[in-house]
């Protein structure tokens, strides 16, 4: 499985991103597809998770009720909307993909995108 991660930017603190992760030349059928952040000099960790199938998510404590997971079947693709940004959510974020089911630990993933550069400015 292939994973683009695309959506990063500049945004002041308050504003929103969309951060989007699509799969090349398959679907994420049988999948579940996560989003981790690695911030400099920090352990990467782990933000939220999306069952393709079944469609459950899990989200990290500390941005529960400002990001949310969805996917789009049509596109194959998992976006990770993000409000109220704060200058600690500044991070590379990465979209990952493992089979079977929504799991937050890093080590259970197989398939990782290139991260895509999130700041968020004071």
């Known amino acids: 499985v292939q994973l683009q991660a695309s959506g990063g930017g500049l945004v002041q603190a308050g504003g929103s991103l969309r951060l989007s992760c699509a799969t090349s030349g398959r679907t994420f059928s049988g999948h579940s597809v996560g989003w981790f952040r690695q911030a400099p000099g920090k352990e990467r960790e782990f933000v939220a998770v999306i069952n393709w199938s079944g469609g459950n998510t899990i989200t990290a404590g500390s941005v529960k009720g400002r990001f949310a997971i969805d996917k789009d079947n049509a596109k194959s693709t998992v976006h990770l909307q993000m409000n109220s940004l704060k200058p600690e959510d500044t991070a590379a974020y990465f979209c990952?993909?493992?089979?079977?089911?929504?799991?937050?630990?890093?080590?259970?993933?197989?398939?990782w995108g290139q991260g895509t550069q999130v700041t968020v400015s004071s």
């Open positions: 990952a993909a493992r089979v079977g089911g929504a799991l937050s630990s890093q080590y259970l993933y197989d398939y």
